[in-house]
Nanobody, 121 residues
Framework: VQLQASGGGSVQAGGSLRLSCAASGRTFSSTVMGWFRQVPGKEREFVAAISWNNGVTAYADSVKGRFTISIDNAKNTLYLQMTSLKPEDTAVYYC???????????????WGQGTKVTVSS
């Protein structure tokens, strides 16, 4: 499975961005798709996940109500709609794919290259 993330950029606090992650290859082997983020000096943290099969979602408490994860099955593309962005959302965002439902970083087998999001106050 190959993942290509895009859509990052710079935005002011309160603004919105939509991240995309195009999946190719053996995508049928993946059950869950997720977004994680990382800032320098900190561990990569879970943001959101979605089941490829039934659309069940999960969110980190810090983004619940502001971020929405979705999948376009026809395009094999994962999205993360981010609204009401805060400076603390600044990070490199990574998309990932795994073979079983999980919000743990270690459960994901494939990773995109990351896209940077900067939120200024």
């Amino acid at each position: 499975v190959q993942l290509q993330a895009s859509g990052g950029g710079s935005v002011q606090a309160g603004g919105s961005l939509r991240l995309s992650c195009a999946a190719s290859g053996r995508t049928f082997s993946s059950t869950v798709m997720g977004w994680f983020r990382q800032v320098p000096g900190k561990e990569r943290e879970f943001v959101a996940a979605i089941s490829w099969n039934n659309g069940v979602t999960a969110y980190a408490d810090s983004v619940k109500g502001r971020f929405t994860i979705s999948i376009d099955n026809a395009k094999n593309t994962l999205y993360l709609q981010m609204t009401s962005l805060k400076p603390e959302d600044t990070a490199v965002y990574y998309c990932a794919a795994g073979s079983s439902w999980s919000t743990r970083r270690g459960a994901y087998d494939y990773w995109g290259q990351g896209t940077k999001v900067t939120v200024s106050s």
